[in-house]
């Protein structure tokens, strides 16, 4: 136990703290008592035999939850975006908005002829369009120049251009015969829903070899003595009868995940929760609870369904990314895959993000009935930084998770003080005296 003011250690019955001389108030919630943690043991005690065990999966109804049920409207966010050409008719809206923006700042100037006329040359060689840079304009729009005619020129060009490359492969395949446009639609969402199950089961089945492949280990034997009786202990609490294959991540950053097979813990978090029971205790039952629910399959799931969209963001990033030392280079790329960045992070990932949320604080609410508040509670505050998602796509679904501190805010007892500073907090140690070998003061 911990006072409230000063933060340190006192004995489990005062009634004031030894240090500060406050008074402990009584907590309403039954704190989680730590699980029992080995006592160090003498080298002839047998130690139990690790094995690797079979990676279990989570209940059938957390599957159907995952990819049915969850979220609908995320899953069709998907299918429309990455099937039926999003990205590309924001690239057209935007290039007739650039197009019609210069067309009316242009038009009725003194060079606006000959700057239309070599225009309608340039852009015709560069991309063949059905309409002249001037049919960008609204016809009433023809006699004004200037700012006003550019803004106008912008909207009706993104307009339009945007309408055609909608609507334009729609309208041929009509004219070859009416039924085809819904056959065409109906195969694009069956393909893409076929591609997610297919990828949801294909991540699953492979997740063991991705992960090892990745870095993941098996726990070490004095790794397994002690977290073993934890998260056997964690998952009886969240009636698990047979949980998840948990690896280790030789990761320096403080971060744990979920995933339909296994549990994976960064060696780093562990160091950084100080191997507290409490603190990991916490941390453990979030991940499995995640686990439990199935919100990996959701996650996998929302990928899979918008796999071409996924895939290029993937590579968008990545690129973005690496051109970071060449910046014009990757201001070309920004502008190149704009259409793709803002699908993604502007469409798909905010109707997506409703559903992670909601699995966030859904876990934290498991790991509150498990009588982990606490634990989860100091976790969060000592690490402020959880669940960081590990490709661009999960980087840009976990920043929508809830922030910390309202996270801590509902972890926290009714009826208890929790003071502004936090002495579990990690920077706290960071911030400390500086030390050094020589005497510092006479
Ligand atoms: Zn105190
Ligand atoms: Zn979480």
């Known amino acids: 136990m911990f006072c409230d003011q000063c933060g340190k250690p006192v004995p489990p019955s005062a009634t004031t703290c030894p240090h500060c001389g406050s008074s402990l108030a009584p907590m309403t919630v039954a704190v ?3 699980p029992p943690v080995p006592g160090p043991r003498r080298s002839g005690e047998s130690v139990p035999e690790q094995r690797e065990r079979p990676a279990r999966l989570p209940p059938a109804r957390a599957w ?13 966010s998907g299918v429309i975006c990455a099937w039926f050409g999003v990205p590309w008719v924001l690239l057209m809206a935007a290039f007739g908005a650039v197009l019609g923006g210069i067309v009316g ?16 040359k340039i852009v015709g060689y560069v991309v063949p369009l059905p309409v002249k840079p001037l049919e960008l304009l609204p016809t009433a729009a023809a006699q004004i120049g200037g700012i006003v005619a550019a803004l106008i020129g912008a909207v009706s060009g993104g307009w339009k251009l945007g309408y055609m ?9 009509y004219e070859g015969d009416p039924t085809w446009p819904w056959m065409v639609a109906v195969g694009q969402v069956v393909t893409a829903l076929f591609v997610g199950a297919l990828w949801v089961l294909g991540s699953s089945a492979t997740e063991g070899l991705r992960l090892r492949i990745g870095g993941c280990r098996r726990m070490s034997r004095r790794e397994r003595l002690w977290l073993a009786p934890l998260v056997a202990e964690c998952a009886r609490r969240l009636d698990i009868t047979r949980p998840p294959v948990l690896l280790i991540h030789d990761r320096r950053e403080p971060n744990a995940y979920a995933l339909t097979r296994h549990v994976v813990i960064n060696q ?7 191997y507290d029971p409490v603190m990991v205790g916490g941390v453990v039952t979030h991940e499995l609870a995640h686990w439990q629910e199935g919100h990996a399959i959701s996650a996998a799931w929302a990928k899979g369904v918008a796999l071409p969209l996924y895939l290029l963001y993937e590579i968008a990033v990545r690129l973005i990314d690496v051109t970071g030392r060449i910046r014009p280079l990757q201001w070309l790329l920004r502008v190149l895959l704009w259409s793709v960045t803002t699908t993604v992070r502007g469409i798909v990932i905010p109707i997506h993000a ?26 969060l505050a000592r690490l402020r930084f959880y669940e960081q998602g590990r490709d661009g796509w999960d980087r840009a679904v976990c920043a929508t998770h809830p922030p910390i501190e309202l996270r801590m805010e509902r972890l926290e007892s009714p009826g208890r003080r929790y003071p502004l500073r936090d002495d579990y907090a990690l920077s706290a140690g960071l911030l400390g005296a500086p030390t050094s070998t020589v005497r510092r003061t006479e």
């Open 32 to 34: 989680a008592t730590p």
């Open 64 to 76: 159907l939850a995952g990819v049915l049920t969850r979220d609908v409207r995320s899953t069709a």
């Open 105 to 120: 700042l242009v038009n009725g100037t003194m060079v606006g002829p000959g700057v239309l006329d070599r225009m309608d």
């Open 165 to 173: 490359a909608a609507t334009w492969p729609w309208e041929a395949l």
């Open 268 to 274: 780093g978090l562990l160091d950084d929760l100080g």
């Open 354 to 379: 409703h559903t992670a949320r909601a699995n966030e604080l859904a876990a934290d609410d498991r790991v509150i009935e498990a009588g982990y508040a606490e634990g989860f509670r100091r976790a």
